[in-house]
């Protein structure tokens, strides 16, 4: 058929000589096609189009599995364990197709609800011994990740579970024209609830694949088809963008740990504090040298005489002087023991302080240098004995960093002063 076709196609723009020999050649040949079938006597004339060509012979099986009554092929090798059921299948193929358009193999498995039907035979590698016996049969399997892939769907039953498989086949005959393929036998695993593999094998099946312009008079070449977009993986963006991502995250950490470090609580070493004579007699010197006499601020200088040995007293026996009233203050010293060497006269000093304070007198600038000159002596007659300059031996170092524990009321436990 294809031979006369390119004889009519060559002959179209010939000279009328060429296509009386084209007649010729073509009733010549007429006689040769309407003999009968040279197979049987009488019977029906041939078709213009050749049969398809006959099927490969499959492999035989091999004698072991011949033994164990197991069909073995170059594409499948069955397989039932001992005590295991052979699944039931079900299978369809279509008898026509196509050169280069998918034919689907629909196969349903019957099995039971713990195990999982297993499309193994179409994952294997492309050098493997089923995929290369699928090729050399004329078929290719499609690339799963293109969207083509087989499917799988699996449905519960009473008895156990049903799961149909779709698996599709691109036949790709090597002659032109029609051709007789023969898919061989498929591989489908069972996965059992024990972990045993069940493997059954699909039948042959005969499928006659037609060209795709086998019914065009005059086929012309078709354009190629409109671009898709193809997506490539940019290994060294991804593995840039995760590295930065990275970097980023641990930026910010290391980053945050700084910061908290630099933020953090340090401590500081407080000077030690003074002791308290000294800083009375400290006090007590710069108000000596201040100006507040000179601007007449008598009452003032007076005050701060009276609050500077008031705080004194506290610090130096254990109380708080300057919330203390003059006759909490008087009773307080009066329980110390040993006693407090200028009692009578602490006692005048703060019955002059009081009057001060709360008859509203205005003390005299010679007032103020007297309050002045017993403020200091009260403190020098209280300073304790090994604290006092001149004395031979120094001071005594103390738990409290050098300075002199006060002296207590005689109602806590007695100490020295």
């Given at each position: 058929?294809r031979?006369?076709?390119?004889?009519?196609?060559?002959a179209?723009?010939?000279?009328?000589?060429?296509?009386?020999?084209?007649?010729?050649?073509?009733?010549c040949?007429?006689?040769?096609?309407?003999?009968?079938?040279a197979?049987g006597?009488?019977?029906?004339?041939?078709?213009?189009?050749?049969?398809?060509?006959?099927?490969?012979?499959?492999?035989?099986?091999?004698?072991?599995?011949?033994?164990?009554?197991?069909?073995?092929?170059?594409s499948?090798?069955?397989?039932?364990?001992?005590?295991?059921?052979?699944?039931?299948?079900?299978?369809?193929?279509?008898?026509?197709?196509?050169?280069?358009?998918?034919?689907?193999?629909?196969?349903?498995?019957?099995?039971?609800?713990?195990?999982t039907?297993?499309?193994?035979?179409?994952?294997?590698?492309?050098?493997?011994?089923?995929?290369?016996?699928?090729?050399?049969?004329?078929?290719?399997?499609?690339?799963a990740?293109?969207?083509?892939?087989?499917?799988?769907?699996?449905?519960?039953?009473?008895?156990?579970a049903?799961?149909?498989?779709?698996?599709?086949?691109?036949p790709?005959?090597?002659?032109?024209?029609?051709?007789?393929?023969?898919?061989?036998?498929?591989?489908?695993?069972?996965?059992?609830?024990?972990?045993?593999?069940?493997?059954?094998?699909?039948?042959?099946?005969?499928?006659?694949?037609?060209?795709?312009?086998?019914?065009?008079?005059?086929?012309?070449?078709?354009?190629?088809?409109?671009?898709?977009?193809?997506?490539?993986?940019?290994?060294?963006?991804?593995?840039l963008?995760?590295?930065?991502?990275?970097?980023?995250?641990?930026?910010l950490?290391?980053?945050?740990?700084?910061?908290?470090?630099?933020?953090?609580?340090?401590?500081?070493?407080?000077?030690?504090?003074?002791?308290?004579?000294?800083?009375?007699?400290?006090?007590?010197?710069?108000?000596?040298?201040?100006?507040?006499?000179?601007?007449?601020?008598?009452?003032?200088?007076?005050d701060?005489?009276?609050?500077?040995v008031?705080?004194?007293?506290?610090?130096?026996?254990?109380?708080?002087?300057?919330?203390?009233?003059?006759?909490?203050?008087?009773?307080?010293?009066?329980?110390?023991?040993?006693?407090?060497?200028?009692?009578?006269?602490?006692?005048?000093?703060?019955?002059?302080?009081?009057?001060?304070?709360?008859?509203?007198?205005?003390?005299?600038?010679?007032?103020?240098?007297?309050?002045?000159d017993?403020?200091e002596?009260?403190?020098?007659?209280?300073?304790?004995?090994?604290?006092?300059?001149g004395?031979g031996?120094?001071?005594r170092?103390?738990?409290?960093?050098?300075?002199?524990?006060?002296?207590?009321?005689?109602?806590?436990?007695?100490?020295?002063?």
């Amino acid at each position: 058929m294809r031979t006369r076709r390119s004889a009519v196609h060559a002959a179209r723009g010939a000279s009328p000589l060429a296509w009386a020999a084209l007649a010729t050649a073509l009733a010549c040949a007429a006689p040769a096609r309407s003999q009968p079938d040279a197979g049987g006597a009488g019977g029906p004339a041939a078709d213009d189009t050749p049969p398809p060509p006959a099927l490969p012979t499959p492999a035989p099986a091999a004698p072991a599995a011949k033994e164990r009554g197991e069909s073995v092929w170059a594409s499948c090798a069955e397989h039932v364990p001992p005590g295991a059921t052979r699944p039931r299948i079900e299978e369809t193929f279509p008898k026509n197709g196509f050169s280069g358009y998918a034919a689907h193999l629909e196969i349903t498995v019957t099995h039971g609800k713990g195990e999982t039907v297993l499309p193994e035979g179409f994952k294997v590698q492309g050098d493997s011994d089923a995929a290369r016996a699928i090729q050399k049969a004329g078929f290719v399997l499609p690339e799963a990740d293109a969207g083509a892939g087989p499917t799988s769907t699996t449905t519960a039953t009473d008895a156990g579970a049903t799961t149909k498989l779709v698996i599709p086949f691109v036949p790709l005959p090597k002659e032109p024209g029609r051709s007789a393929l023969l898919l061989p036998p498929v591989p489908i695993a069972v996965s059992r609830a024990s972990g045993e593999l069940v493997t059954v094998c699909t039948r042959p099946h005969e499928i006659v694949i037609e060209d795709p312009i086998a019914n065009e008079r005059d086929p012309k070449v078709k354009p190629n088809p409109p671009p898709r977009p193809q997506r490539e993986e940019w290994v060294l963006a991804k593995q840039l963008t995760v590295g930065i991502l990275i970097g980023a995250a641990l930026g910010l950490l290391v980053a945050w740990l700084v910061r908290r470090w630099l933020r953090r609580p340090r401590v500081v070493v407080a000077p030690p504090p003074k002791l308290p004579w000294v800083a009375a007699l400290e006090e007590l010197e710069a108000l000596r040298r201040s100006d507040l006499l000179g601007e007449g601020r008598t009452g003032e200088y007076f005050d701060r005489v009276s609050d500077c040995v008031r705080k004194y007293l506290g610090a130096r026996y254990g109380f708080d002087g300057l919330e203390t009233t003059s006759d909490e203050m008087r009773e307080l010293l009066a329980r110390v023991r040993p006693p407090v060497p200028v009692l009578p006269q602490i006692a005048r000093f703060l019955a002059d302080c009081d009057l001060v304070k709360f008859a509203r007198l205005q003390p005299s600038e010679a007032d103020c240098l007297t309050a002045l000159d017993d403020g200091e002596n009260i403190v020098h007659r209280t300073t304790p004995p090994a604290a006092r300059p001149g004395d031979g031996a120094g001071p005594r170092s103390s738990p409290a960093g050098g300075q002199q524990p006060p002296a207590r009321p005689s109602g806590a436990p007695e100490e020295a002063p």
